[in-house]
């Protein structure tokens, strides 16, 4: 069992930057799979980035590439997602996850097994 708290969320102006935590609480954390989701209001869950259990590989959505960048401290059980040239289309509630399948690296939601709350976070034009 693996639990997620996510931090970092705010308001901030199109163009800025945000960095979201992810503390997780598991002794299986580094062994997993971990990404990020987000939600916007009306709209379905959908993925932002995924990092392998290593680190060694990451999987960015096409909406993020080049704006986003996930990492994780395994030391200390934490994944990053470092926000940068943020827009108001960014606006959503963001999700941390973490998929216990041994190697696996993708967007499908059904692949993760568990979920943090959500951190809104809020971009204005």
């Known amino acids: 069992q693996v639990q997620l708290v996510e931090s970092g969320g705010g308001l901030v102006q199109a163009g800025g930057s945000l960095r979201l935590s992810c503390a997780a609480d598991?002794?299986?954390?580094?062994?997993?799979?971990l990404g990020w989701f987000r939600q916007a209001p009306g709209k379905e869950r959908e993925f932002v980035a995924a990092?392998?259990?290593?680190?060694?590989?990451?999987y960015n959505a096409d909406s993020v590439e080049g704006r986003f960048t996930i990492s994780r401290d395994n030391a200390n059980n934490t994944v990053y997602l470092q926000m940068n040239s943020l827009k108001s289309e960014d606006t959503a509630v963001y999700y941390c996850a973490a998929d216990s399948t041994w190697g696996r690296l993708g967007s499908k939601i059904d692949w993760y097994d568990y979920w943090g709350q959500g951190t809104q976070v809020t971009v204005s034009s």
């Open positions: 990092i392998r259990w290593s680190g060694s590989a990451t």
């Open positions: 598991g002794r299986t954390f580094s062994t997993y799979t």
